[in-house]
Nanobody, 124 residues
């Protein structure tokens, strides 16, 4: 099994930036795809971004395209989410997740390990 620990959340003004990190231990990190999801109060968890095992393929939900960038450093067993031009509607708990496969996935059921989450709050 893989263990995931997120960091980097916080409070930021609209238009600002944050960089989330997710450190992985356990399973061979470099062989699995990784994803970021988020859950706002009163809403269901939603897909944000995913990256393939090599980092060669990425995918984003429409609402963050052009603003967020997912990347990974397999030597450091870490995946990142750079968030720019943040909006109040980006406010949520952000979760890092490890896929069951090497290829990027967008459904939460395709992921079998989750971090504890990190709070991102964007003020207007």
């Amino acid at each position: 099994q893989v263990q995931l620990v997120e960091s980097g959340g916080g409070l930021v003004q609209a238009g600002g930036s944050l960089r989330l990190s997710c450190a992985a231990t356990g399973r061979t990190f470099s062989r699995i795809a990784m994803g970021w999801f988020r859950q706002a109060p009163g809403k269901e968890r939603e897909f944000v971004a995913a990256i393939s095992w090599s980092g060669g393929s990425t995918y984003y939900t429409d609402s963050v395209k052009g603003r967020f960038t997912i990347s990974r450093d397999n030597a450091r067993n870490t995946v990142y989410l750079q968030m720019n031009s943040l909006k109040p509607e980006d406010t949520a708990v952000y979760y890092c997740a490890a896929s069951r496969t090497s290829y990027l996935n967008t459904y939460s059921t395709d992921y079998d390990a989750w971090g504890q989450g990190t709070q991102v709050t964007v003020s207007s």
